[in-house]
């Protein structure tokens, strides 16, 4: 390379969540939220910058009701985009809203049935590993790290970030197939534990840390530098 590191050198370890997080009860949240029984709630979660793209997310939620009005959305976050943000939920109808900072919003990505993110540029965003945790499929932008963590078809979808439409037809999808959404969620839940649980990380950075204690010399006696207890 002509330039940083050799890609031999770079290892790469993936974030982790905790497997199960404790949650409310899904109706209970959901009757708080003011959710009807069988609606078929999307929710993002985010921290509302403009590189989040949340108003492609009411748009397209909106879409998608008018074609299946059971399909609902919810916004999760604050940040400097939200009045824009607003703006986009005045105009959806009722089809989404927004609630602003929430300590619980894993429960809410529990109380929904899928969870989306409309971002134009990311890194490994916690909030799908976490919706994964609690088994709720993925429709996502397919950037940075993304495409490395939702498995389309097995585990929710990846759209174009240059063709927002495709999250309402994958929306109107999920919402027909209910059974559908609750196998892509389990999968999700899978993937998470396998890849990208807390324990996973943590290996990683033990065997990162073993074999560079390897690589130096440092033997056998001073090999265990990191110890990871279950």
Do not use: N
């Amino acid at each position: 390379m002509r330039q940083g590191y050799r890609s031999d050198a770079i290892r790469v370890i993936a974030s982790g969540v905790a497997d199960d997080p404790p949650v409310r009860d899904r109706e209970a949240v959901r009757a708080e939220l003011g959710v009807a029984p069988r609606a078929f709630l999307a929710v993002l979660v985010a921290a509302l910058r403009p590189e989040k793209c949340a108003a492609v997310f009411v748009e397209q939620v909106s879409a998608a009701h008018a074609i299946e009005p059971s399909i609902q959305g919810l916004v999760v976050g604050d940040g400097p985009d939200a009045a824009a943000v607003k703006q986009a939920v005045e105009r959806s109808g009722g089809a989404v809203r927004m609630l602003g900072y929430r300590a619980d919003a894993v429960d809410i990505m529990h109380a929904g049935d899928v969870v989306c993110l409309t971002s134009a540029v990311e890194a490994l965003p916690i909030s799908v590993l976490e919706a994964m945790s609690v088994a709720r499929p993925v429709i996502a932008t397919r950037v940075g790290a993304l495409p490395e963590v939702v498995e389309p078809g097995r585990t929710g979808s990846l759209i174009s970030p240059d063709r927002p439409s495709e999250m309402a037809h994958a929306l109107v999808g999920l919402a027909r197939d209910p059974v559908r959404a609750t196998e892509l969620g389990r999968a999700g839940r899978a993937r998470q534990k396998q890849a990208f649980s807390v324990e996973a990380m943590t290996r990683g950075y033990a065997e990162l840390l073993a074999d560079l204690a390897r690589a130096h010399g440092m033997g056998a006696a001073r090999r265990p530098l990191v110890q990871v207890t279950p």
